[in-house]
């Protein structure tokens, strides 16, 4: 086999008790979640709401080895029960189409559950303002699954950039280019297609808000860096769409830095590609997510260096979360898998009324909320033709 | 997110009793078993020998949920109980250095219990002929984890082979290049090694055991073709190795074809690169494992085609075990829980006295019996200075 | 050796007589010029104002084998003597600085002389427009060195959009990084730095017009499409530089194509990154100039094909001006002595009285007027915040 | 532009007289010499014998500029008349087929003439043995284009194997592919197979002849290692093809360093795929032919840095003969042409009565020596079932 031994068991050893909202048979973003929390066996699966049909409620929990009792129709049912049983769930991954956040959210945080949601927060920024806020007063925790920051060698750029290795930053380049919407496949009835380009589901955005907010985040999340005002210009290439498919960005950041976003799901030649490159006076780095075992750095007046996962120059941040050593690609669910092990450590600690031993940098529903913002900035510049628009402190 | 549904659920609902033999705290191949045994639900650990120190053995176990009474110190005492219990174990996964494979693997099996055995099968071909008779006579399941062949775009390049896309073939090259042995790191004790390169534990061969009956198997595995002679330059680098760390090796296959295969532990600036490249009358295939999501494809005549794990040209036989999308890289740990996937499907089927629904082309016992084969040949052949030896036919 | 011949002999064999204004010793763009002229055997270089001291321009002409008569200190005694020569020269090339450009080539075009002029073409719009209506006026040919246009693959991608491999476009991605401006170079004395850091020199912008004019030109070069309007958001990120040295740009295409153009020269990890994206309703072009053999096409629901220069599917666009079968590279030199091949045929079929050939795709002195258009609507646009700007239809 | 200025002028300013032999119209590496020739200024071309025919041999002069008396139809003839002239020719270009080397070169080294010869060197090791004689008997230059051996990085591969960068060498890894005749080519007339796979123009070997030996010359060029013995098992897959088109090469270098060569032209997917790795007890490289400007290094317990081309880490022997900056693709000619300016150098020497400024590393009579040892220890070894068979030392 090979060199490393897989990382060293967590801390705390009990399995939390998990339910899920949303994610029934077909569903793509359910699955992924189902193993991201199965992977380093720090979750059971114990209770769902996935189907608003009963029969298929039942059926769908009985393939996912939940008891009959604990299969629900409704999620405030669901809510309402398990924060009364005594060996009810700690926490509810919420997995459901954008509108669905709020409501269900809420609804968990309520009954005194902690919450893991998918990604974009909400559809609007008064419910993202309340959402924060009931986060704040419940002193719950909210795990927003911006995926990609649980990659190895984001972290480790994120490392980097913070420990000063590009110097001062200025340019920021972000892009993630798909093209699996390049046809009407909406009007086809594909299932991720329609929720997602319906205004009612979707919210105001598009690509924006699907594919965008992973972007963003992920050039604040690096960086260290806020953005602080955009100009963007959306298109709606495929006739019929209602909303953005493509959308090009001019970005400022705090301190000068500049860059530009780009996201698009018509692009022919891409297919989930989420590029970020980032540029000091100091050094660049480059990292792109189809091969996210790799990390480039070029040191000022250096060339390139291939930086591997566990590999040699791999930091702690990166190498301490790797479950396999270097050359054994890790990939998508891996990184998923570390938000929810890091969401794991969290809500032990907050079950255990302790703190969460090494505060792992997650993707909050504050972030969720500056998503929003972002949201609705880049459809507010686009509609004014491209003007600047600020983004507000956070 | 994206485009397709992650693959739908397994015909048969039941999670397996799986225990386990060897891969204790610090072990890397342990728990690499354990992780893709979890992927996909279809197993739960239950029973361990994890140590023959009561204490550890018990403290390793809690670590994993199990149950105290299931944490076992000798494997021999482990199978007889687990037999005996009406909740005992379906099948053992046997994770320990090469030379215990074979008492373990035939105490479970006169247990009665179906097995799953790390590579290569065992040290002799005495004891491979031995395992190969009892699989036969218990009737019962061996599966061999020759893990790279689960990986998607192996079975792509499997299929496409079998369906004459290259026309036939003509060359063969096989290489798995690794830099982690490229110093005596045997000698400061790191574990890994230092079984790894003990002849009393880990066999006549180092790195052809290793990580050659990989490439060997693969060879085969996606060629079809069988390997009827070879000739071998074998080579221990580093001072003081006792076992081979370099090996190469010219190649015959059954229809003329011709080939080469490398392997080597101390070549620098490799990590784990297992590449296959296939040329045939009609076509060329080249596969590397650190990028395990495409497969290039050249047709006579025509451009080099990158064929991606789910994407257009991309196969029943890799789609249909994809976990995800085209451009969400899945890597090593989803190639592993394949094997354990298509074992459980066969094992289940064993449990229920029906057939497997689809034969996935699992490595088996006869397999481990080839690599042995194999293992041994390359020794002699080296021995009498790349004389050319025969294997025999299977 | 390998496969194909090299591609046939020009229809025209004369030697024309070339002239050089500027590119005396040290100079980069100089000895390029003189390299792309020679290699295909259509110039003799018999003349040169190499520079204003007397005693160095000889000395440099006598390194380029000039006869100690045609070694002049001025360009438009150049100019006078060798219009008044029976054996004078066919054709200058201007290799100066930007500043030099209009009067020089102003004065070989009223000499009679044919003009090959580096890039950009003058620093400002009235200047362009003088040039376009004297290269009229005069009927001489007037070549401008966008040598990216001469790479064979880029030939290939705009002979494949126009042939509607791409169906209508969608989306133009350019982006031009450099890294060489990283840190103030200039403040050293490097001498490439220096001038095209002067605004006395090098005109009102500074990436933008030393490689973003390249980006722009090849952006619509491909595309067949002209540049509407644009946004951009400039920066000069070293301290006490005066002209940009990033640039952010919004771009808007005739037929509501969209875009953006990165330029940049402080991207530390980045070389010579001119890299151009095509996306449209039937498939995308991906192209990098670090790797010029090669260009990517993915039509529409298939997998990327990787097509080489000269190998399968390379159209006689790209085939028919290799010098080189597939697999042998050929590079910046050969894309840029393409150029000098066109233009060569271009001269002497206006020397003899005859229609060119073929009508290769040369840069003009129209398309140097758009690239002044180009550069001053960037800065007009970054000046006022990155507004749009519209750029008047050729 | 970009940042250096082209590599300063040679020291010596006369441009060579040159003749070639072959290379008439259609022939593909007659036209790469005439190119390499002209790159650097350092030769006029003014004789040749570029076919038997007169009228043929006129008109293919005419083409080249050359005048009618020097356009000979006889190689002897040639020699003579040239050696006789005041004016006559410095050096000749053999770039015949093969069987034909030998006459020529002995004719002109006979008359006088420095000469440049195309690889492989003869057919026979008694012509070889007898040109390395004549050679040195006349005191004359003699260089084989083993071109490869110009680029730039494979420069710098060899300095940084000769200052110790990889520590002591232990595997050399060295293939060479190709695809152009995994079909029966020669069968349709196609001029280059047609010769290439004759045994009485091509010798006594196929690929072996065409691409092996410069295969072979870059691994003891770039290692300054000797093979001391190879086991070999040769191929001819093509039905009705006369000589190997495919060889798999046990080696067994100086210092116990072993490797393996692989030379093909039958692999569809590959095209001119010449890669070389070296790995030592210090680090490893890695290069390939069709991305020649960057060379890969991986020092021991380092990550992999990209070492482009006159880039940093670029050392003197690569940077000094780039005529680009870093990020402008040098290719297959400037690699061709280097041999030609080394030469260039050398004989310009010769002929004033001095030593080379700098003695470059240029492939010579005795290598072609070397090459012909390889060549018919590959076949022997190939016809005694790939029995080990000593090169003898140079």
Redesign the interface.
Known sequence: ??????S??PAS?R?LRLGMVGGG?????G??H??AA????RYELVAGALSSDPERARAAG????LAPDRCYTDFRAMAAAEAARPDGIDVVAIVTPNHLHYPMATAFLEAGIHVICDKPLVNTVEEAEALVALVRETGLVFVLTHNYSGYPMIRQARAMVAAGALGAL??I?AEYA???L??A?EQSG????VWRTDPTRGGVAGSIG?IGTHAFHLAEFVSGLRCTAL?A?L?S?VPGRRLDD?A?I?M?YES?V???L?A?Q????????LRL?L????????WH?????EL?????????????RA???SLPEATDIS????????????GFAQIYRDAADRIAAALEGRQAPTEAPLPTVEDGLRGVHFIHGVVESSRR??A?VSLPAP
Chains 1, 2, 3, 4 share one sequence.
């Open positions: 086999m090979s060199q490393n031994s897989a060293s068991a050893r399995r048979p077909g569903a793509f973003i699955a992924v189902r193993i199965r992977l380093d066996d009985a393939e996912l080895f200025r340019v380049q798909q093209d699996w390049a046809t496949v594909q299932k991720q297609a699907d100009a210009d298109q290439f493509n090009h001019l400022r000068g500049r860059g530009t780009w698009s018509v692009c022919t030649g891409t297919t989930n590609g490159r540029f000091g006076e100091a050094g660049g780095l480059d997510q189809e091969q996210p075992n480039r750095f070029t040191p000022l007046g250096g060339p390139t260096r291939i930086i591997q590999g040699p120059e479950r396999l050593p270097a050359g054994h690609p890790e990939g998508y669910l891996e033709d491209a600047w």
